[in-house]
């Protein structure tokens, strides 16, 4: 079986390394020259934990190659994978044009059926526009090829995407027609003989159910942000309240940890597309509205406890930041709570210190010369008048206390992750300050 995945980005490297790994034959498309010669040397261009081992595998082995041309990929290929970024317009919307794009692409070659399946996140009604535009290049060439659209979207989280995809939670496949739906099967069944659960349902409903998986976990993101908050205002442990609502199998503990609010590259622009979408159709998400906010406000907390610490007087401070990604085990910065905070603290007048174990040539590609890039955890405290941990990287779990009260300045920690024991800090002669601690 052969599939084309155009698009390589974190999405369409993921997909298409994965399925070639099931044994499926897989070209994967991508506009940039560099990038493909560097996948066929077999070099990886995003951090993500196993996949360049896989890549290289497949590639060896023939069933994983890249290329520049279209044409090429879709030659022979029984399912086509649009995986094209879709970035949020200024109103919060999805950017249509580059998933469109590509399908007028395929319009203007397509020789014989095959199912063309978005697993880019896109907005409900994406699909038709996707059937609009083939059939319109279709028309202007004067054949009649049929095909179908689908609806695939992804679920993978960044660090873990290929355990993610290889052994998924669910798979959710929105298709309109029979044929389709065998042929999706027919690709999906290593996940059904592995007993994965493969859910199909009609596009609307697919295209609906990314964005609603997302809110929702948002939504529990900045529920207990919220308890947090409001821990340190009772004198409450927001741990223990975590503990004891999670128990509850109704509730249960996962996306129950506060810290400095939700980033990256689906959580924000997903968030603002699904109120986007409903406000197009005259209905108000208010919960999901108050989501928004509440993130907004949350991604402050740090910085909020940073100037209070100071008495509102930080020109001239030092302060080293543990984190710059906005999860572990990723080189990804967009909508990163830590790059946020150092926007602010130079802002304020504030000389930063930054460390992370793999987004540092991210972070600079942003902030230039603003800050002072470590070499390592300790560099990055040396002389500071405070430390705030802001991603939480296993490297920064088990810290050598004795060294950090030798090369810090003053012993402060702002924890916007909670992976510290506030007691113990205390007991080593550090100030501590969490998020919802006591």
């Not at 390394?17 to 077999?42: H, P």
């Not at 993101?221 to 503990?243: H, M, P, Q, T």
């Not at 406000?297 to 984190?323: A, M, P, Y």
Request: hydrophobic share 40%; glycine share 8%.
């Amino acid at each position: 079986m052969k599939i084309a995945v155009i698009g390589t980005g974190y999405v369409g490297l993921v997909t298409g390394t994965c399925f070639a790994e099931t044994g499926v034959n897989v070209v994967c498309v991508d506009k940039d020259l560099d990038k493909i010669k560097m996948m066929q040397s077999g070099k990886v261009p995003i951090y993500e934990p196993g996949l360049e081992p896989m890549m290289v595998n497949n590639i060896e082995k023939g069933r994983l190659s890249f290329t520049d041309s279209i044409r090429e990929a879709v030659s022979g290929a029984e399912v086509i994978f649009i995986a094209v970024g879709t970035p949020p317009d200024e109103d919060g919307s999805a950017d249509l044009k580059h998933v469109l794009g590509v399908a007028s692409e395929i319009g203007s070659l397509l020789d014989h059926y095959v199912v063309v399946a978005t697993k880019s996140t896109v907005p409900v009604g994406t699909a038709e526009k996707i059937r609009l535009t083939i059939n319109n290049r279709l028309a202007e060439r004067k054949q009649d090829v049929q095909f179908d659209v689908a609806s695939n979207p992804e679920f993978l989280k960044e660090g873990s995407a290929v355990e993610d995809f290889l052994k998924p939670q669910r798979i959710i496949v929105g298709i309109d027609s029979e044929k389709a739906g065998d042929l999706m099967k027919k690709l999906y069944m290593p996940f059904l003989l592995n007993n994965r659960t493969v859910i199909f349902m009609d596009i609307p409903s697919a295209e609906l159910t990314k964005y609603a998986a997302n809110a929702m976990l948002a939504t529990r993101i900045s529920f207990i942000n919220e308890i947090a908050n409001l821990c340190e205002l009772l004198g409450a442990d927001v741990n223990s309240v975590r503990k004891g609502i999670g128990s509850d199998p109704r509730i249960g503990n996962r996306f129950l940890y506060p810290g400095i609010g939700y980033g990256g590259s689906c959580f924000p622009k997903d968030v603002k597309a699904i109120l986007k979408t409903a406000s197009d159709m005259g209905y108000d998400l208010k919960v999901i509205a108050a989501v928004e906010k509440a993130n907004e406000h949350q991604k402050n907390v740090i910085f909020n406890k940073i100037s209070r610490h100071f008495k509102n007087d930080l020109k001239g401070k030092v302060i080293g930041v543990w984190g710059l990604s906005f999860k572990p085990k990723t080189d990804d910065i967009r909508e990163s709570s830590a790059v946020y905070l150092v926007k602010k603290l130079t802002g304020a007048g504030v000389k930063v210190r930054v460390y992370d174990p793999a987004a540092m040539e991210e972070t600079r590609k942003q902030l230039g010369d603003s800050v002072y890039y470590a070499e390592n955890p300790y560099d990055a405290i040396e002389e500071v008048d405070a430390l705030a941990l802001m991603t939480e990287w296993a490297e920064f779990h088990l810290p050598d206390l004795g060294r950090m009260a030798e090369l810090m300045r003053n012993k402060t920690i702002f924890d916007g992750r909670n992976i510290y024991d506030p007691e113990e800090m205390r007991r080593n002669g550090f100030v501590y300050y969490g998020i919802g601690r006591r």
